[in-house]
């Protein structure tokens, strides 16, 4: 009888053990060419086209995006170091965009409630206004990130999301580049982000944070509004919606400059 009981529990454990090794998430590091098999059979699973997982063929891991993810350095420039040295040379832009665009921004503030003003100092202090949006193939970062043992969880995710961009026909594979953490299009947005926020605001059926600054401002206010953006409300820091603004970059200095920039941005208006 002990016998007996003993081998069921032996066979349940294997059982219980073979069915973790079938539902666990690839294990980050070791042999990469494994890994990234394991990590296409999962992506199978939840429903990821075999076109899409294509897109990982022949993948390999990029070291300076691993060297430049364990050497990042604290942010700790002040907010008048930071403001002075990023908001003067893109003032003028800025105040240019916002008349470019005023009609769009127009609309886009009645659908959202983000005033154009800060969607526009938001844009350029990204990528300067859509000009730099960074050489890094996109699906290859966010691989090496999910591969790489420091934050595998969270880019693994990210990089389901990368795929799920390229499956529902927003960008193509070879469209997809941008900073060396997988953030991407004009506003510099993660691949999870563009699958909840990005909108198709110039109705072409894709939404597409490369090319079009209509989804690109759109979605940034999208962003914002569903990270409790108050219409009508003021953005300093202390104000409704200092917060949203820290949603978009938890630095400090970040969205305080955020908020100067779209104040000299209103007074200009």
């Known amino acids: 009888m002990q016998l007996r009981a003993i081998g069921f529990l032996l066979s349940a454990a294997v059982s219980l053990l073979s069915a973790g090794e079938v539902l666990a998430a690839p294990a980050c590091g070791g042999d990469f060419q494994a890994w990234l098999s394991d990590f296409k059979r999962e992506a199978a699973t939840k429903g990821i086209s075999q076109q899409a997982i294509g897109a990982l063929d022949g993948m390999t891991p ?7 993810d364990h050497n990042q350095k604290v942010f700790d420039q002040s907010f008048e170091q930071f403001s002075g040295r990023m908001i003067p040379p893109r003032l003028t832009r800025g105040e ?4 470019r665009y005023g009609s769009l921004l127009v609309r886009i503030e009645q659908a959202y409630g983000v005033p154009g003003s800060v969607l526009v100092a938001i844009w350029g202090l990204e990528t300067d206004f859509g000009s730099n949006i960074g050489n890094f193939p996109t699906l290859r970062s966010v691989t090496t990130l999910a591969y790489d043992c420091r934050r595998a969880e969270l880019f693994r995710a990210e990089l389901m999301d990368a795929l799920r961009i390229v499956d529902r026909g ?3 594979p070879n469209e997809m580049r941008g900073a060396w953490a997988g953030e991407m299009g004009q506003t510099q947005l993660m691949p999870s982000s563009y699958i909840k926020f990005a909108v198709d605001f110039d109705g072409n059926g894709k939404r597409d944070l490369l090319h079009s600054p209509a989804d690109v401002l759109a979605s940034t206010a999208n962003f914002l509004a569903s990270k409790g953006w108050k219409r009508g409300q003021p953005w300093d820091p202390g104000a409704p919606n200092f917060d949203a603004l820290k949603e978009w970059n938890k630095s400090e200095v970040y969205a305080r400059t955020v908020a100067a920039f779209a104040d000299q941005l209103e007074g200009e208006h």
Do not use: E, F, P, T
């Not at 990029?62 to 430049?68: A, E, G, K, L």
């Not at 240019?96 to 008349?99: A, C, G, I, P, S």
């Open 170 to 172: 927003d960008l193509a």
């Open 62 to 68: 990029d070291q300076n995006v691993i060297s430049r």
């Open 96 to 99: 240019n965009m916002l008349k």
